[in-house]
């Protein structure tokens, strides 16, 4: 499955911003989806998950409450809203996809394909 990214760009702090992820075949729904985020100088880290089938997410601490993961299956697509933004949200972010058991999904390890990034910066 091959991945594509849209919606970054530039906000001020307490701004929203929506991403989207397209996937391409038909094995999407077999996917949990995952989006994680890289800042310069730190390593990849998971942002939100969603199962493949039941709809359930999964948040990291840091941006739970301010993110919200989504999926539609009919469109294989998979979206990230972001609201009131942060400068630490500041990263590039990827979507992904894993076939590993829910309890892994915050796992990077685990994601077989990743989509290219898309820049989102917040300026304070």
């Known amino acids: 499955v091959q991945l594509q990214a849209y919606g970054g760009g530039l906000v001020q702090a307490g701004d929203s911003l929506g991403l989207s992820c397209v996937a391409s075949?038909?094995?999407?729904?077999?996917?949990?989806m995952g989006w994680f985020r890289q800042a310069p100088g730190k390593e990849r880290e998971f942002v939100a998950g969603?199962?493949?089938?039941?709809?359930?997410?999964r948040y990291a601490d840091s941006v739970k409450g301010r993110f919200t993961v989504s999926r539609d299956n009919t469109k294989n697509t998979v979206y990230l809203q972001m609201n009131d933004l942060k400068p630490e949200d500041t990263a590039v972010y990827y979507c992904?996809?894993?076939?590993?058991?829910?309890?892994?999904?915050?796992?990077?390890?685990?994601?077989?394909?990743w989509g290219q990034g898309t820049q989102v910066t917040v300026s304070s």
């Open positions: 969603i199962n493949r089938s039941s709809g359930v997410t």
């Open positions: 992904a996809v894993t076939q590993i058991v829910w309890s892994h999904v915050h796992i990077t390890d685990y994601y077989t394909n």
């Open positions: 075949g038909r094995t999407f729904r077999q996917f949990h």
